[in-house]
């Protein structure tokens, strides 16, 4: 799907799928046998879970929670609120978050303390999109599937002003919708 808004197409839809499909596969035998939940975090990160449930071949339970930052989105002081909690009860059993992208890490890094705090069995990280060049706190990431540059990324799940999640693949924004936008404030 062709999108005049998008300057570069970074990872297409054949490369996320096939990258889906590989991570699916190791964590189906990496939990094989165990009680597994995993948490998506809304509303990025939903087209990934939703992709990446249906390439595991083992039971699993799927949760959801939602977040947002206090102040203004380019603040990055990790304090967050939750909007929605999970519905599951997560102690003793194996919790993976499914992230669409981890940038600063501070927003991941405030919901493993928060889920660490109800004790489960294990609690670990699978993230699309890891854009390791602006993280300030340190976290354990078990599975990723794809490095990104410092560049502000739209689709698959994620938005510019809510728009362009339902894009296929992951792409850089042209700098005319930011521009026209300003133009228009
Ligand atoms: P962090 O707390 O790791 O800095 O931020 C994570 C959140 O910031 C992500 O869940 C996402 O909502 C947003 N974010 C960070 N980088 C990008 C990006 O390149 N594009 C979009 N659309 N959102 C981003």
Redesign the pocket.
Known sequence: MLNDDIEKVLITEAEIKYKIHELGGIISNEYSGKDLVMVS?LR??VIFMADLVRSISIPVTIDFMAIS?YGP?TD?S?VVRVLKDLEENINDRHVLIV????????????LLRSLKAREPAGLDVCVL?D?SA???VDLPIKYKGFD?PD????GYG???RQK?RNLPYVGILNKSVYEEEWANL
Not at 99 to 110: K, M, R
Request: charged content about 20%.
């Open positions: 975090v990025g990160g930052s989105s990055t990790g992230e669409d992208i981890i940038d600063t890490g501070l927003t991941l890094s405030y999109l854009k602006r993280r300030i990104v560049v502000f990324v739209v994620l938005d510019y362009y």
